[in-house]
């Protein structure tokens, strides 16, 4: 099913590659019947690439909550996330695909291309057993940016079955969560050097 694929192009970091493909990801979406996230991709067609970009790192790279890693929602640090991990890998390499070495396997883009080349009913088997992070996620995002909400709303929309409940490793806290992500700032100046001697 060609919509996994578009799907984890629009949820990936925006670039000219797709924003020159949105009108074959129109006709991808509407010949497979799925709603097309219309605002985005008017946004990505007629606003600034730059902006854009801004925006997704502001959404999905500076908060633990927006994190497109799916085991981090699951297992936050944990252990368990290392053999997730391994597990999720295996299954790709079941299929004959292996993941490069700068990527996580756990990387909802790069899972959704990968569902994107199977079957379309055991595609959405798969991503039902992810539905609960990726509805969670749609929330969280959601909350700060319609257009990407939605988008993950429609991958979740994907899945076959209901969301299994399952308690997420980051709660409700959102802004707990994203604080004790954050990095430390970084001061620069006269004596800044010296400060935490």
């Known amino acids: 099913m060609l919509t996994f694929k578009v799907l984890a192009a629009l949820l990936d970091y925006p670039n000219a590659e797709t924003v020159a493909a949105i009108p074959e990801m129109r006709a991808i979406l509407k010949a497979e019947g799925v709603d097309a996230p219309v605002l985005l991709l008017e946004r990505l067609e007629r606003g600034d690439l730059l902006d854009c970009q801004a925006e997704w790192v502001d959404l999905f790279d500076r908060t633990r909550a927006g994190s497109l890693h799916l085991f981090e929602h ?3 640090d944990s252990r368990d996330r290392g053999q997730a991990m ?3 890998a295996g299954l790709y390499g079941r299929h004959g695909l292996t993941v490069q070495a700068s990527e996580l396997p756990d990387y909802l883009p790069a899972f959704l291309e990968f569902l ?3 079957p379309e009913a055991e595609a959405r088997n798969l991503l039902g057993e992810a539905v609960h992070v990726v509805e969670a996620l749609a929330e969280r995002v959601g909350r700060r ?4 909400g939605l988008l993950l709303a429609i991958v979740a929309g994907l899945a076959e079955g209901p969301a299994k409940p399952v308690r997420l490793a980051t709660g409700d806290m959102d802004e707990d969560i994203d604080a004790a992500w954050a990095e430390a700032e ?3 100046g006269a004596g800044a050097a010296l400060s935490g001697c």
Do not use: T
Request: proline share 0%; hydrophobic share 50%; no cysteine.
């Open 116 to 118: 994107s080349l199977l």
């Open 74 to 76: 699951v297992h936050g």
């Open 186 to 188: 970084v001061r620069f």
């Open 86 to 88: 391994v597990d999720l």
């Open 145 to 148: 940016n319609a257009e990407y």
